[in-house]
């Protein structure tokens, strides 16, 4: 499919659109000179709303100088970013532009939206035979600004082969993307448009990050350092607002094999699997966290949304519901892949919960001291 130079601009990722940048030949110097000061905004823009994670401004009137500098401005945003060498940015940036993704999709007519899965290694086919057709109901909670602007658009269904689906639904939370909670048929899921775009945004995520370089070495140019400069202060400015300055009761020594990963994972800026997310809230809340400080270990992950990590931290700790959910037991995470590198302490058969492995090792630590002192 031909894309017109509105619509590729919208999403400078594909192909085409790699394409008609590399047949420009700017070379960066260029691209870094004065004359090229809207692109160098614009790309500084780009990745500076990732660190904000500023709203997705959705601009359709635009001038075909517009279009061109949206285009141009992606690659010397990615090499921006990989400039700066921060991993984190990498995350949040990739994130950020999955989502502006998303977001241009939601407008888009279907065969937009299959054209790019196609491309991104999520094509659709055909309901299966005895499939029971017509709309998908949405049971799931929608992002109203992430909504179709024309409501029979979402009510399409949609068939993914389950081997295209798992890998792209990894890195999305919520109790309705579980299998029992989507229709299965011979290997392929029923899902809807809007569930559909979501599982999109994970492949676009994916292919921005792939391919960054992040040992890239930037040439000495003025131009390039001041940007660098200004985005490494800024990254540093969300770091330093939003990292935990203390984890409240947690000893970090005491912390099982799989929440020192996801915790790491956590604090590095990458987007937690649902049952890693769901297994380290349960866990910091029973080893004494205060819900501030569980909210506190969030908030450098690229999907960061203050208010939602806060109804999920209240909601799983029992602070706004009857349930207050215990921390799963190692089968559960085996099952869940989120039993990252256990050690030895993990091969007891005693072992069946962090919560063992983080009270043993306090109690080890303990004694060690006392023999120690005496
Ligand atoms: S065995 Fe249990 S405690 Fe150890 S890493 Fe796996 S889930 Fe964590």
């Known amino acids: 499919m031909e894309w017109d130079m509105n619509r590729l601009s919208r999403y400078p990722f594909l192909a085409q659109a790699r394409e008609y940048v590399k047949a420009q030949e700017i070379p960066l110097e260029e691209m870094l000179s004065a004359k090229n000061a809207s692109v160098q905004n614009r790309a500084l823009k780009r990745v500076e709303d990732a660190v904000d994670g500023a709203e997705i401004e959705r601009d359709f009137r635009r001038t075909r100088e517009d279009n061109i500098t949206d285009l141009l401005?992606?690659?010397?945003?990615?090499?921006?970013?990989?400039?700066?060498?921060?991993?984190?940015l990498a995350k949040w940036f990739s994130h950020h532009e999955g989502e502006r993704a998303r977001a241009f999709l939601s407008s888009e007519p279907l065969d937009i939206v299959l054209s790019m899965g196609t491309e991104l290694g999520l094509p659709t086919v055909q309901a299966p035979a005895g499939a029971q057709t017509g709309p998908v109901k949405a049971p799931w909670e929608v992002d109203p600004r992430a909504l179709p602007d024309r409501g029979e658009m979402e009510q399409k269904e949609l068939w993914l082969p389950f081997t295209s689906f798992l890998p792209a639904r990894r890195n999305i939370s919520g109790a309705s993307w579980n299998l029992v909670n989507l229709g299965v048929v011979n290997g392929n899921l029923r899902l809807n448009r809007e569930q559909y775009?979501?599982?999109?945004?994970?492949?676009?995520?994916?292919?921005v990050e792939e391919g960054l370089d992040m040992k890239v070495r930037p040439p000495?140019?003025?131009?390039?350092?001041?940007?660098?400069?200004r985005l490494k202060a800024k990254v540093d400015g969300r770091k330093k607002d939003y990292s935990p300055t203390e984890m409240g009761k947690l000893t970090i020594t005491r912390l099982p094999p799989c929440m020192r990963q996801v915790l790491g994972m956590s604090q590095s800026g990458e987007n937690l699997p649902h049952h890693g997310r769901f297994a380290l809230v349960t866990f910091l809340h029973t080893a004494g966290m205060s819900s501030e400080e569980i909210f506190k270990v969030f908030m450098n992950a690229p999907d960061f949304k203050g208010d939602i990590v806060r109804y999920q931290i209240e909601h799983i700790t029992g602070a706004s519901s009857a349930t207050s959910y215990m921390v799963p037991n190692c089968d559960t995470m085996k099952t869940g892949g989120i039993c990252y590198n256990p050690d030895g302490l993990c091969e007891k058969e005693w072992m069946t919960n962090p919560m063992?492995?983080?009270?043993?090792?306090?109690?080890?630590?303990?004694?060690?001291?006392?023999?120690?002192?005496s």
């Open 73 to 88: 401005s992606y690659p010397l945003s990615r090499f921006l970013v990989a400039s700066t060498g921060d991993r984190t």
């Open 197 to 207: 775009t979501r599982l999109l945004q994970e492949k676009v995520r994916e292919r």
């Open 356 to 373: 063992i492995y983080y009270r043993v090792k306090g109690k080890k630590m303990a004694s060690k001291r006392e023999d120690t002192a």
């Open 220 to 229: 000495k140019l003025e131009s390039l350092d001041a940007m660098i400069s």
